[in-house]
C-alpha cells in the first residue's frame, strides 16, 4: 500500500470498521465545501480510536459517514465484514443499531418531552422490540444514575452531565459494537467531564465496545484512546499510539497541538503557543500539504506535492514531508530529557 497514502491501514482480521477514501463534500451557495478528502481509517475491535482537530476539520462530517447517519460522497465503509455502502437498504438498516452516536450537547439530543425511561426504552421500541422496566432500570444504574430518583425525570431536569449518561444507557439499549462519542464532554462542566470519560472507559471494558472519540482537545483524547487521528482540514495528519504522541509527535500540525495543551502546574509559566493565523477555508484548501499556509517549517515541496501517509515507527503513520526530520528531533529530545520544544 505505500505510496497510495493508505500505509496505516492493518491488513488484520479483527479490524472491525474500516473507511477506505471517504470524501464528504457539502454543495452550497457559496460552493462545494471539502469537508472530509480521502481519509482511511480502521477501528479494531475492543480499541478506542480518537479523532483530534481543531473546529471546522470535519471530525463530526467524518464520524457521520463512518456510523452510517449521512452517505459519504465517496468512500468505502466496511464493518463486521459487510461492505456497507453496496448493501440494500433493509440490510443497511439491520447494522444501524450496532452503530451508535453519543453527541456534543446531551439535553437538546434528547426528547424534551419524554421521561428516562421512556427515552431508553424508545431504541428497542422503534425497533419494533419491548424492554421491560428491569432492563431499563438495569441500564439506568450501569451509567451511575439511581433509577428512582431519575427514572422519571424529563431532560430539562437534569444537569448535562446525568443526560449525557442517558444518552449512554439510551445507546447501549440496543447493544451496539460500536460507540461514537462526538465530542462528549465538551459542553460539561469541567468537574464531571472526568466522572463521564471514567463511565465511558468502564463501560468500554464491561461491554467489550469498541469505541471512535472525537473531540477538539487533544489532552482529552490522548487520555482516552489506544490510537491517535489527527486531522486538519479534512485530511489526516498523524495516526499515533498514544503512548507515543507526546513523545514522538512527526507532524508539524500534532506538535502545535501539544504545545497548546495548557500546562497543569501553576507554578510554571508556559504561553501556549497558539497556531498562527485561521483556519483556511474549506471551500479552497490550499494545493499539497494542508497545513503547509500555517506551518513553521513549510517549503516549495509542500505547495507542490501532497505528502503521503506512511509508517515512521513501528504503527505510527505521519504525513509530512519532514515527518522523519521531526521524529529525529523528538528522538534526540527524549535521549537528552527534554520537554518537545517549539519547532520554530
Ligand atoms: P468538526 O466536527 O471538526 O468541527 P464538521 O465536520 O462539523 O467539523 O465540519 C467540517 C466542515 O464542513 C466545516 O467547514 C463545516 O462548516 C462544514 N459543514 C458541516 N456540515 C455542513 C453542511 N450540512 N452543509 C455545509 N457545510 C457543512
Ligand atoms: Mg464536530
Redesign the pocket.
Known amino acids: 500500500m505505500a505510496g497510495s497514502g493508505k500505509a496505516h491501514l492493518r491488513d488484520t482480521d479483527d479490524v472491525l470498521l474500516r473507511v477506505e477514501d471517504i470524501v ?1 463534500e ?1 454543495e ?1 451557495e457559496a460552493g462545494t ?1 471539502y ?2 478528502s480521502n481519509v482511511s481509517l480502521d477501528v479494531r475491535r475492543g480499541e478506542t480510536l480518537g479523532i483530534v ?12 459517514a463512518m456510523t452510517m447517519l449521512d452517505p459519504p460522497t465517496s468512500g468505502t465503509i466496511d464493518f463486521a465484514g459487510h461492505g456497507v455502502t453496496t448493501l440494500s437498504a433493509s440490510k443497511r438498516r439491520q447494522l444501524r443499531p450496532k452503530l451508535q452516536v453519543i453527541f456534543q450537547d446531551p439535553i437538546s439530543a434528547l426528547n424534551p418531552r419524554r421521561t428516562v425511561r421512556k427515552i431508553i426504552g424508545e431504541g428497542p421500541e422503534i425497533w419494533g422490540r419491548k424492554v421491560s422496566d428491569e432492563q431499563i432500570n438495569e441500564l439506568i444504574a450501569a451509567v451511575g444514575l439511581d433509577p428512582q430518583a431519575v427514572g422519571d425525570r424529563r431532560p430539562g431536569e437534569m444537569s448535562g452531565g446525568q443526560c449525557q449518561r442517558v444518552a449512554i444507557a439510551r445507546a447501549l439499549m440496543l447493544e451496539p459494537d460500536v460507540i461514537l462519542c ?2 462528549p464532554v465538551s459542553s460539561l462542566d469541567v468537574s464531571v467531564q472526568a466522572q463521564v470519560l471514567n463511565l465511558l472507559e468502564r463501560l468500554r471494558e464491561e461491554r467489550e465496545l469498541t469505541l471512535v472519540f ?1 473531540a ?1 482537545d487533544l489532552g482529552v483524547v490522548k487520555n482516552i484512546s489506544d490510537r491517535t487521528a489527527v ?1 486538519y482540514l ?1 485530511k489526516l495528519c498523524e495516526v499515533v499510539p498514544s503512548g507515543d504522541l507526546h513523545r514522538f509527535p512527526s507532524h508539524p500540525y500534532t506538535r502545535a497541538l501539544l504545545e497548546a495543551i495548557p500546562v497543569p502546574d501553576p507554578e510554571v509559566e508556559i504561553l501556549p503557543m497558539e497556531i498562527a493565523g485561521d483556519l483556511p ?2 471551500l479552497a484548501p490550499p494545493s499539497g500539504c494542508r497545513f503547509r499556509t500555517r506551518c513553521v517549517m513549510a517549503t516549495n515541496r509542500c505547495a507542490a506535492e501532497e505528502p503521503q501517509m506512511r509508517e515512521v515507527r513501528p504503527g505510527h503513520f505521519a504525513a509530512c514531508h519532514y515527518s522523519e526530520d521531526l521524529l529525529a528531533r523528538a528522538e534526540a529530545e527524549q535521549a537528552s530529557g527534554q520537554e518537545p520544544a517549539p519547532v520554530a
Request: hydrophobic letters at 25%.
Open positions: 464528504v457539502y452550497t465545501v469537508a472530509v482537530g481543531e473546529s471546522g476539520c470535519g471530525k463530526s462530517t467524518l464520524g457521520r462526538d465530542e472525537i477538539h486531522m479534512g477555508s474549506p
